[in-house]
């Protein structure tokens, strides 16, 4: 009897269709992508096919057989409970090992002599073994390798490691199967090729037949205000929030930043006092061990409600959690579908999703995402490539561990979706870059990070082997400060982005406490205690994060329904009277309108504009819009936006009518103004950010070590413009501007804004005061800048000004 | 004409000393044909190199350049370094520093010794370069690398260590973050001379006078 059979008749299971023909396929040894919903047991449709392989080889090789990788270690945990009670119930001899950040150094030793049957892991994981001496042997009778929750690391550089990882074991054994597991995205056939590479021809896509109902249901305000401003609305709809939370079973409460997370998890308490004990809170800042405790709580169902990033978003299945509800714009509708996933797991059970808007503009999201749902519209997740910066530390990687041949690298990596058009030059660059430090000319040069010997290339210094294998695992989305009280007790980590705005003396709320910022030093923020009552708490908004193209459009689409007078939602009648006194003061723009709002103020002179497009799409426009006009004069700007549109705010007045007439928003020439623009912002300096810690220039030193490095620490920003002064060419900032150009512009998204914007007529008008749709973009603290005016000239003015007030 | 070369100038009054502080972000004392420099940081490219981070070696030219077009320009008889003149242990760009004094004889060099100086004094020695090891006297001005906690009665203290700069705010939300000289009732913290180096904000204060540093001027705010 097949083990899957023996298993699910032991739990009185019924197997579902698309776990029957995965295992079908497993079986007849292909490799495959299954796009199921969470909740329904696609951990088990992979997980018994691997089983069956193992069981019915006459002979079973000693060592690793399957590798499964998943992006959170709080999944690897869940997913080695699940695998360790099936052969604990069916008494197999497969064993299971745990392999992630948190591994204890005795576990790894034991690992190391003998490996497990199955060992789960993480990307970063993956990487770090191959770091080691001897990893060969380690994969080289590996059979098959799962990538869990492949959606989320497409698009992301940790998809990349995968990418290279497989590439190296498919190298060492060309048997390997492969296969992936996704929630539905837009792009399901890509994300198959890109997981399959070469053998994606004889791959296979399991579609599990399941469409989960979901119902949608904004939460709105007693009263609409009309002068919405970012983050003021959520919290007044705590009083609404919690009957929700009292009604129901166990509910999870979504926010965008750990620091809406904070604030709600704060006034939830203060509000209801009740609660304490029974809610809790759950982020990526927060220590292994109070997260483990959350997660146990829910399971058991001890918990009334968690208040969570995204955090929760993946995989990990709690049962008792029967309401979601979404605080802010979830900024996209595959990840709001995904979250409303995470209640009612029964099947057939209808998840209900409460979405919660910030501000009163945002409410006409929960319209939009209604309205998306019904029609099935999927955001694509963009894969990354020509990521020289993984590469480069893939290369340091191999050369750690036994050292590699370039040649036959080179042979592998170009057969990966990411590298694939990567030519011998640009890998040459690469072992250059990691041999002598780039292009070097100087025979004093000193640079020994990687040297080659008979042809192959490796690490002898032990110190840049330890600094190599301490810094992978910086492949993260952003750089993160370490937070400690003065007296040196560690509190947790926070975004440098969020830091880099307080200055010392202010206070704010982290961990659940009011905090005083004392000094930031060293990737350290000190801080102390403070009894001030209210910390400040800057407008979060989401985050980083923009809204998607289809929500956009969706939105746009509303708003026009509106004006027609066609639609008749909840969201949009209560949304009527700002709509409304957006009229009066202004105009409420239809489809083919493009809405610019010019207003004077002390601040001097503001212009916005309202593409509704997205905010990285507005940063890009507007800093080409600023280009643009400062072919009029000599000025300077300070950029503000948001999803719905952006402000361009200048001391002087701002010649938008000259501008417009002479085809502003013109779709020519817009490769050429993109270029200008980045050069002429902070973009690409605040991208490379990223890339300079992958690629193992920013060094953050020795966690709990004492080795000097205090002598080793530059800022990103440094390297940024040593790299622009000296080696153009450096193919490093050469991946950081396209980079800007794919993910953070958007250039296909906003060629095809303007594009639209084109074909729209403008409307100018001159408002008295800002408008419903102005304010929120003037209240936004963060700024980008723009000048093409002399230094010299600016100082002067801003001197005068000084002397003035 | 003849204004615009005034104000490249910017001379102001430590008591009794005259001092010019310099675009090139240094400091000039003319009745002693002195140049102050601050926070070089010479061989810190290379130390970076050493320890597996490619920076580009050329980078470290720029302030050899710099030092060196400062040198012809103000044709100083003695050079003062307030400290962090080289960025760390040994590495082959002291070299290049030798041969650049070995090149500039006629010109007498002292370092203040900085916290980033921690080479060995044997090299300073071969080189002629002179070592203060706490501070420096100067008729009315004390010189150090770090600010002296206490200024002796009747001096103003000259030091480096802090890499200040100021930000600037405007109208319209606007704001510039430049290099600049910090003057305190007795104490006037210099800019930081590397290239490669960062800043570190200063706030105004009551007694505190800011003269920020653009491109070819110093201007008092």
């Given amino acids: 009897m097949k083990a899957s059979k023996q298993w699910f008749e032991l739990q009185q299971w019924k197997a579902h269709s698309f776990q029957r023909e995965t295992w079908k396929q497993i079986a007849a040894g292909k490799s495959g992508l299954l ?14 096919g691997v089983l069956q392989h193992y069981l019915d080889q006459k002979k079973k090789p000693s060592g690793l057989h399957s590798l499964w990788i998943t992006p959170l270690r709080a999944l690897s945990k869940e997913i080695e409970n699940a695998a360790k009670k099936v052969s604990h119930d069916l008494s197999l001899d497969y064993t299971i090992g745990l392999r992630t950040g948190d591994t204890t150094l005795s576990e790894r030793a034991k690992q190391k002599k003998k490996m497990p049957q199955g060992l789960i892991t993480t990307p970063e994981s993956v990487h770090l073994l191959m770091a080691q001496k001897g990893y060969y042997d380690v994969f080289k009778n590996l059979q098959f390798v799962v990538v869990d929750e492949w959606h989320e690391l497409l698009g992301s550089k940790r998809g990349v490691q995968i990418e290279l990882a497989l590439s190296r074991l498919r190298a060492i054994n060309p048997d390997l199967k492969v296969w992936g597991i996704s929630a539905t995205i837009g792009n399901m056939e890509e994300a198959k090729e890109i997981l399959l590479g070469s053998e994606n021809e004889k791959g296979v896509m399991v579609r599990a037949d399941i469409k989960k109902k979901i119902v949608v249901e904004t939460v709105l305000p007693d009263t609409l205000e009309k002068f919405p401003w970012a983050g003021h609305l959520g919290l007044r709809l705590v009083d609404k929030v919690l009957p929700i939370i009292h009604a129901n079973k166990s509910t999870l409460l979504f926010t965008n930043t750990r620091f809406q997370a904070e604030t709600w998890y704060r006034h939830l308490l203060e509000t209801d006092p009740s609660l304490a004990g029974v809610l ?29 990033t995204s955090s929760l978003d993946l995989g990990v299945d709690f049962r008792p959690v029967d309401t979601v509800i979404q605080i802010g714009s979830p900024k996209g509708i595959a990840r709001f579908m995904q979250r409303a996933g995470r209640s009612g797991h029964q099947p057939g059970a209808t998840s209900r999703i409460y979405f919660v808007p910030t501000h009163s503009l945002e409410i006409i999201e929960g319209s939009a995402m209604r309205y998306a749902i019904s029609n099935n519209k999927m955001e694509s997740r963009i894969p990354f490539i020509r990521s020289f910066d993984v590469l480069v530390q893939y290369l340091v990687t191999l050369a750690v561990s036994d050292g590699f041949e370039p040649k036959q690298i080179y042979n592998e990596i170009v057969k990966t979706h990411c590298y694939s058009s990567v030519t011998e030059a640009e890998f040459n660059w690469c072992l250059q870059f990691i041999t002598q430090g780039g292009k070097s000319l100087y025979a004093y040069d000193e640079f020994h990070k990687v040297v080659v010997e008979d042809g192959i290339y490796k690490v002898t210094n032990r110190k840049i082997a330890m600094q190599h294998r301490l810094s992978m695992g910086t492949i993260v989305s952003s750089t993160m400060l370490t937070v400690k009280f003065v007296s040196g007790k560690y509190l947790g980590s926070i975004e440098e982005w969020f830091l880099s705005r307080l200055k010392p003396g202010d206070v704010f709320w ?7 910022l004392v000094r930031v030093k060293d990737m350290t923020a000190q801080v102390r205690p403070s009894k001030s009552k209210n910390g400040i708490i800057p407008s979060w908004e989401g985050g980083k994060m923009p809204l998607s193209s289809q929500l956009a459009a969706m939105i746009r689409e509303r708003l026009n329904e509106y004006y027609e007078g066609t639609g008749k939602d909840k969201e949009l009648s209560f949304l009527s009277p700002l709509l409304e006194e957006q009229k009066k003061r202004s105009v409420l723009p239809h489809e083919n309108e493009l809405l610019i709002e010019k207003i004077k103020t002390r601040e001097g002179c503001h212009v916005f504009v309202y593409p509704f497009e997205g905010r990285y799409v507005h940063e890009g426009m507007a800093a080409i819009m600023a280009n643009r006009i400062a072919l009029f004069k000599p000025i300077t700007f300070s950029i503000a936006m948001n999803d719905y549109g952006f402000e361009l705010l200048s001391d002087q007045d701002i010649p938008i009518e000259d501008a417009i007439d002479s085809d502003l928003f013109s779709s020519r020439h817009l490769v050429d103004d993109i270029t200008k623009s980045m050069n002429t912002t902070e973009m690409a300096r605040r991208r490379f950010r990223d890339i300079a810690a992958i690629a193992g220039l920013v060094f953050t030193g020795f966690p709990g070590k004492q080795i000097k490095t205090k002598h080793l620490q530059a800022s990103s920003k440094l390297f940024f413009s040593v790299f622009e002064d000296y080696e153009k060419d450096n193919l490093l900032l050469k991946e950081c501007y396209d980079e800007l150009y794919d993910f953070q512009l958007e250039v296909v ?15 100018l008008k001159y408002p008295e005061r800002f408008s419903p749709f102005s304010f929120p973009i003037f209240t936004e603290r963060w700024r980008e800048k723009f000048s093409n005016e002399d230094i010299e000239a600016r100082v002067r003015k801003m001197k005068a000004q000084l002397e003035k007030d | 004409m003849m204004y615009e070369e ?33 926070d070089i940081h010479f061989g810190k490219a290379m130390h970076f190199r050493k320890n597996g981070i490619s920076i580009p070696p050329q980078s470290a030219e720029r302030d050899y350049l710099r030092l060196n077009a400062l040198i012809e320009k103000k044709q100083p008889a003695r050079i003062i370094v307030l400290g962090d003149l080289f960025h760390s242990t040994h590495n082959s760009e002291w070299n290049l520093f030798c041969e650049f004094v070995a090149y500039r004889s006629g010109i007498r060099f002292m370092l203040v010794i900085g916290n980033h100086d921690i080479l060995d004094r044997s090299y300073y020695r071969k080189l002629c370069l002179e070592v203060v090891e706490n501070s420096l006297e100067i008729k009315d001005l004390i010189l150090s690398h770090e600010p002296l906690k206490k200024v002796p009665e009747g001096m103003v203290n000259v030091a480096g260590h802090i890499h200040p700069g100021f930000t600037l705010q405007g109208r319209g939300r606007q704001n510039i973050k430049l290099p600049c000289f910090y003057m305190l009732p007795n104490q006037l913290i210099l800019p930081a001379f590397g290239s490669l180096t960062g800043l570190y904000l200063l706030d105004r204060t009551m007694d505190s006078d800011i003269y920020v540093v653009t491109n070819d001027k110093v201007i008092e705010v």
Wanted: hydrophobic share 45%; proline share 3%; with cysteine.
């Fill in chain 2, 6 to 38: 005034q104000e490249t100038q910017m001379q102001i009054k430590l008591l009794n000393t005259v001092v010019e502080l310099l675009p090139e972000k240094a400091l000039f004392l003319p009745d002693t044909n002195t140049l102050v420099i601050a």
């Fill in chain 1, 749 to 763: 998204r906003l060629r095809k804004a303007f594009e639209r914007i084109e074909k729209q007529k403008i409307v």
């Fill in chain 1, 35 to 48: 796009n199921a919903p969470t909740g329904y047991g696609k951990t088990f449709a992979i997980w018994f």
């Fill in chain 1, 510 to 516: 982290f961990a659940g406490k009011n905090l005083e």
């Fill in chain 1, 280 to 308: 809790a809170l759950h982020h990526g800042s927060l220590g292994e061990e109070t997260r483990q405790w959350v997660e146990n709580a829910l399971h058991e169902g001890k918990l009334k409600a968690v208040v969570c």
